[in-house]
């Protein structure tokens, strides 16, 4: 033992060196994931920044150096800024490419922040964006005044909703004479379907048409109306805005369905309407699938 005691400090350096080489792997998981609570996922890299352009995440501010020499990382929550005469562009995980113009500000989002593989939202808060290179359809949505868009995707000229009133006659006695005393839960509404608008047969377009969605929509009022006279039993200053999300597959069927966003927390009546909105056929097509979000006005 004696003669280990001159020995025993590289001893302890020696044992420390192992342990670090142990524990480096979980450690440095550790502080990724650490990280990654705190600043977001990373979804995608910054490769083009000219003039001033600012990287925003909660209360930090990075002005991002031009021209990017190095592709630098964009993360779940970040917005990038640019000023009046400065551009930027992001390449993102779908492999969408997005060009942020001109005294624009724009927000990169994901679906799910627990999941990195979830659809990465791209908010238009100010100014405009460009698609240079669309990627994996699905994985990336762009956000304008409400409503989500594929990359490139042109944005409706005329914005698709339904309003519901309260004191229009249609289907009122239906409502009245067959759910006197409705239960507490939703039950649904088995009657037949309203038809949906004519078209000529035998002919697959290659898309819907903003009007023909609408119009199929439109004539599935009724049950939306009966939906909500059933609650108005119950809470009878109920009114406010759903906004519906959900996909037309080739076949025109409704899938992919959730509620986006509700000023109503009326949880028996979003189930209602989501089950009338399931339940509609729409015509088959051609294209890629169709991917939108509905509001629907209960006033």
Known sequence: MRKLQGFWPLIVVALIGV???????????????SRAVHNGEIIGKIILAEGSVRKIHGADIELIA??????????????????????????????????????????????????????????????????????????????????????????????????????????????EANHATPGPEFEPDNSPE???????????????????????????????QKCWLLRLKDEPALKGQIIVQFEISKRGKVKEMHIADSTLSDEVLQKCVMSVIERIQFREFKGAEISLSYPINFE
């Not at 119009?215 to 009724?222: D, F, M, P, S, V």
């Open 19 to 33: 342990l670090l080489v142990i524990l480096a792997e979980p450690i440095s998981k550790w502080v990724a994931a």
């Open 66 to 175: 031009s021209p990017v020499t190095q592709q630098l990382d964009l993360r779940d929550g970040d917005r990038i800024q640019t000023s009046l005469e400065s551009r930027a562009a992001v390449l993102l995980n779908s492999q969408d490419e997005i060009e942020i113009g001109h005294g624009s500000a724009v927000d990169f989002q994901l679906w799910n922040p627990h999941d990195v593989n979830s659809p990465i939202y791209i908010t238009q808060a100010l100014g405009q964006i460009i698609s240079r290179k669309t990627g994996v359809r699905g994985k990336a949505y762009v956000v304008h005044e409400g409503r989500l868009y594929f990359p490139g995707q042109k944005p409706l000229e005329k914005p698709m909703a339904l309003t519901v009133l309260r004191n229009a006659p249609l289907d009122m006695h239906l409502a």
């Open 194 to 224: 309203e038809p949906a608008p004519a078209v000529a047969p035998n002919i697959e377009p290659d898309t819907l048409s903003n009007e023909y969605i609408d119009e199929t929509i439109l004539a599935h009022q009724g049950q939306l």
